[in-house]
């Protein structure tokens, strides 16, 4: 805006993008003719223009995310309209040095101070409003510098997974990213929102558990929103319609993919994700839900386990191959807390403090099954469930101690 360097070059650039937009419109009113052949004198300038802009975004501080809030969306608006307003009257805006009052000699006496100070005060309110947008943007990245521990959030989507993991330097990891029907995304509308309004830039992992629809629905919109590091799933050869929408949508941003074996092993920050299951080789006949991806994350003497939607027939395995190294602070149970997962020697072998579970209100399976509650409420676990307390977040310090609360 105004004698910002780039707009040196924008503004001349934008001027001969839209003179020869303008000018192939015309030409093909007048001559009925297509519009290509002219239309690629404008194409130029518009990805100079393009260029540009990006360059521009690339600067540290040069570019903000905003979710996807009407307040925010308004506001930005009104300080855009009211700046451009004055970059028309006044030919600069920030830049501009002319008195706020100006002298009656310098506007013939054409102008009465008063309407100038109206002018200036206009001005100062588009400078606040402009202010206000970038607070407003930024704000979540500056809180999100504070802390020093991890945080494990549930993201309340009804009936299906999506949890988010941030790291202690704000590093982000999404676990599945809810369901997806016709009518409605998770991705779109609850995980993609929650993480701008976060301050999450990237994603460093997002970890498929299984390619069941209440889990990978709201990828698409997870991966079309973030630069996303790298996919881990089950590698699984699931045809169904979804997952090859998804594996298009990544193979457009050139997406990194890797098939989540028991060994593999990756660190953000302080925080290590070691993948327990599947083990190396798939069985070809059994479920999406018998190879979940489950994992391990550890930070200093803190740890979490996810299960996906594994059945107690892989907790027997896992119990099996770790024993006590599963031990987990919180459990994120199997398969939304159905009678089939959360078996007695999985909970010996974790003894959780916290059991995270991710259902619908009043789900048409009866998850979480009241078989399961019973036998957390016999191992002292607090039972944390999306579906009576919406968005849950636990936060856990090295030294182990956690804490949880919901909104
Ligand atoms: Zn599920």
């Not at 002298?103 to 206009?122: I, N, S």
């Not at 290590?272 to 070809?284: I, K, M, Q, R, S």
Request: proline share 5%.
């Amino acid at each position: 805006v105004g004698r910002h360097p780039g707009s040196l070059v924008a503004v001349p650039v934008l001027g001969v993008a839209v003179a020869a937009l303008l000018a192939a419109l015309l030409i093909a009113a007048a001559t009925g003719a297509t519009t290509g052949v002219h239309a690629l004198a404008a194409d130029t300038p518009l990805r100079l223009l393009e260029w540009i802009a990006e360059q521009c975004a690339r600067v540290p501080l040069g570019h903000g995310y905003l979710a996807s809030s009407t307040v925010l969306a308004l506001l930005a608006a009104t300080a855009a309209a009211l700046v451009l307003r004055r970059v028309l009257h006044e030919g600069g805006a920030f830049g501009a040095r002319r008195p706020a009052v100006a002298p009656h000699d310098e506007v013939d006496g054409m102008e009465l101070p008063a309407a100038a100070r109206r002018r200036a005060a206009r001005a100062r309110l588009a400078v606040a409003l402009a202010g206000a947008v970038v607070v407003a943007a930024w704000a979540p990245h500056v809180v999100r510098l504070r802390g020093g521990d991890v945080v494990i959030h549930a993201i309340d989507v009804g009936q299906g997974d999506a949890f988010a993991i941030r790291t202690p330097r704000g590093r982000w990891v999404v676990v599945d990213a809810g369901p997806r029907t016709a009518r409605s995304d998770a991705g779109r509308d609850r995980v993609v929102p929650f993480l701008l309004k976060q301050g999450a830039r990237r994603i460093d992992a997002l970890i498929l558990t299984h390619p069941d629809a209440d889990h990978i629905g709201g990828a698409a919109a997870v991966l079309d929103a973030f630069d996303v590091a790298l996919v881990i799933d089950p590698g699984l050869p699931a045809g169904k319609d979804m997952f090859i929408d998804l594996l298009a949508t990544a193979r457009r941003g050139g997406q990194r993919w890797i098939a989540g074996r028991a060994g593999i092993e990756f660190r953000i920050d302080d925080v290590a994700f070691h993948v327990l299951y599947p083990l190396h080789e798939l069985d070809g006949s059994a479920g999406a839900n018998d190879l979940s991806v489950v994992f391990r994350l550890e930070y200093g003497g803190f740890g979490a386990l996810f299960l996906g939607d594994a059945p107690s027939a892989v907790e027997d395995q896992l119990v099996a191959r770790h024993g006590g190294r599963l031990r987990a602070a919180v459990l994120k149970v199997g398969h939304h807390g159905s009678a089939t997962s959360t078996s007695e020697s999985l909970l010996n072998a974790t003894r959780p403090e916290i059991a995270l579970v991710s259902a619908g209100r009043r789900n048409r399976y009866g998850h979480p099954a009241p078989v399961v509650l019973r036998r957390l409420e016999r191992h002292g676990v607090r039972v944390l469930r999306t579906d009576e307390l919406g968005h849950i977040t636990v936060r856990a310090t090295r030294s182990g101690a956690v804490e949880a609360r919901a909104r």
